[in-house]
């Protein structure tokens, strides 16, 4: 079998186990906030959360055209189809390390970091295509400071058109309100995140020559939003934790304003086509919301903890990929 088809195969497979894990690592996300107010059992929570970031992946294709072409020229790639394989095996590994230690870190950081790094190591800092490469890095490190904002804003818009209004009441009709505002999360979830996955494959088609636009296929649409909805199924319980408990005690009114806020801020972006660290946008939209109620309740030595995390993903992936992509070179 021809050298290319099989890197390409593992490819794919390696990008669907990505897209797998992503959803699983990133289900947290999605419906933590709901999950800790007791809006819906984790088993509901899961069944929504899969069902809309299905839904949600087959909708755009905008941020994987962005994933295929920004970052690096995949039409003249040197050794293209190693580097997009050191880097899925360099995002994967880092994913599962931080899954195991129960710490929300960006999937979408470590991926465009691994692709930065493998490239890198595989053509030297000429490869990267600066331009489009700021602009993705821009959207991830603004996003989460604009969801901290509209976090801010929309709880205190709650706060004060709800300051005279019964208590029982008003938790119980926020309770309900977190099942719409759940779902549309994680419909934004997919929206994003399964993109870039798309974008990774189709990278791949191209430098295998087995594709020749940065038109998203269809079977390729509809693999990554499978394993998008299968890996969101199995769920992310030790981020769950972290999310929708430990930055701040979360109350329905704050679980609605924090799903709320991130998925205006992650639909937004999908709709520029740029592509979003989920994770940073929610964990920053629930900093927001305490920040608005009370200042001191937000737990913030845990959200320094999950920053670092943030600071560090991108050059570690990167780092890992270059690696990765040295030992690859010396078996194909």
Request: glycine residues 8%; without cysteine; positive net charge.
């Given at each position: 079998?021809?050298?290319?088809?099989?890197?390409?195969?593992?490819?794919?497979?390696?990008?669907?186990?990505?897209?797998?894990?992503?959803?699983?690592?990133?289900?947290?996300?999605?419906?933590?906030?709901?999950?800790?107010?007791?809006?819906?059992?984790?088993?509901?929570?899961?069944?929504?959360?899969?069902?809309?970031?299905?839904?949600?992946?087959?909708?755009?294709?905008?941020?994987?055209?962005?994933?295929?072409?920004?970052?690096?020229?995949?039409?003249?790639?040197?050794?293209?189809?190693?580097?997009?394989?050191?880097?899925?095996?360099?995002?994967?590994?880092?994913?599962?390390?931080?899954?195991?230690?129960?710490?929300?870190?960006?999937?979408?950081?470590?991926?465009?970091?691994?692709?930065?790094?493998?490239?890198?190591?595989?053509?030297?800092?000429?490869?990267?295509?600066?331009?489009?490469?700021?602009?993705?890095?821009?959207?991830?490190?603004?996003?989460?400071?604009?969801?901290?904002?509209?976090?801010?804003?929309?709880?205190?818009?709650?706060?004060?058109?709800?300051?005279?209004?019964?208590?029982?009441?008003?938790?119980?009709?926020?309770?309900?309100?977190?099942?719409?505002?759940?779902?549309?999360?994680?419909?934004?979830?997919?929206?994003?995140?399964?993109?870039?996955?798309?974008?990774?494959?189709?990278?791949?088609?191209?430098?295998?020559?087995?594709?020749?636009?940065?038109?998203?296929?269809?079977?390729?649409?509809?693999?990554?939003?499978?394993?998008?909805?299968?890996?969101?199924?199995?769920?992310?319980?030790?981020?769950?934790?972290?999310?929708?408990?430990?930055?701040?005690?979360?109350?329905?009114?704050?679980?609605?304003a924090a799903d709320l806020s991130s998925a205006l801020v992650i639909f937004s972006a999908t709709l520029l086509h740029l592509p979003?660290?989920?994770?940073?946008?929610?964990?920053?939209?629930?900093?927001?919301?305490?920040?608005?109620?009370?200042?001191?309740?937000?737990?913030?030595?845990?959200?320094?903890?999950?920053?670092?995390?943030?600071?560090?993903?991108?050059?570690?992936?990167?780092?890992?990929?270059?690696?990765?992509?040295?030992?690859?070179?010396?078996?194909?």
């Amino acid at each position: 079998m021809d050298m290319i088809l099989v890197l390409t195969i593992f490819i794919v497979v390696f990008a669907l186990a990505f897209d797998f894990i992503n959803g699983f690592h990133d289900t947290a996300n999605a419906i933590a906030t709901s999950v800790s107010t007791r809006a819906l059992t984790p088993r509901q929570a899961i069944i929504l959360a899969a069902t809309m970031n299905f839904i949600g992946a087959l909708t755009f294709t905008g941020v994987a055209k962005t994933i295929t072409k920004d970052i690096v020229d995949p039409f003249t790639l040197e050794n293209g189809s190693l580097v997009i394989l050191a880097a899925l095996v360099a995002a994967i590994a880092w994913n599962l390390i931080t899954w195991y230690y129960g710490i929300p870190s960006s999937s979408s950081h470590a991926l465009i970091g691994s692709v930065a790094g493998a490239a890198i190591s595989a053509a030297g800092w000429d490869v990267i295509h600066y331009q489009g490469f700021l602009k993705i890095l821009e959207s991830l490190i603004i996003s989460p400071f604009l969801a901290m904002g509209v976090g801010f804003v929309i709880m205190s818009l709650f706060r004060f058109l709800f300051k005279d209004a019964n208590l029982t009441r008003t938790t119980k009709g926020f309770r309900l309100f977190q099942v719409v505002t759940a779902a549309l999360q994680a419909y934004t979830h997919g929206t994003n995140d399964a993109q870039k996955t798309m974008g990774i494959i189709t990278m791949a088609l191209i430098a295998a020559e087995m594709h020749h636009s940065d038109v998203v296929p269809e079977w390729v649409r509809i693999s990554a939003a499978l394993a998008m909805g299968l890996g969101t199924a199995v769920g992310g319980w030790k981020i769950i934790k972290t999310v929708g408990g430990k930055i701040m005690k979360i109350r329905p009114v704050n679980g609605a304003a924090a799903d709320l806020s991130s998925a205006l801020v992650i639909f937004s972006a999908t709709l520029l086509h740029l592509p979003v660290s989920t994770t940073h946008v929610i964990s920053s939209a629930i900093m927001g919301v305490g920040a608005a109620q009370r200042v001191k309740g937000v737990k913030w030595g845990v959200a320094r903890r999950i920053v670092l995390t943030w600071i560090i993903t991108l050059p570690v992936s990167a780092l890992i990929a270059g690696f990765v992509y040295q030992i690859l070179r010396l078996f194909f």
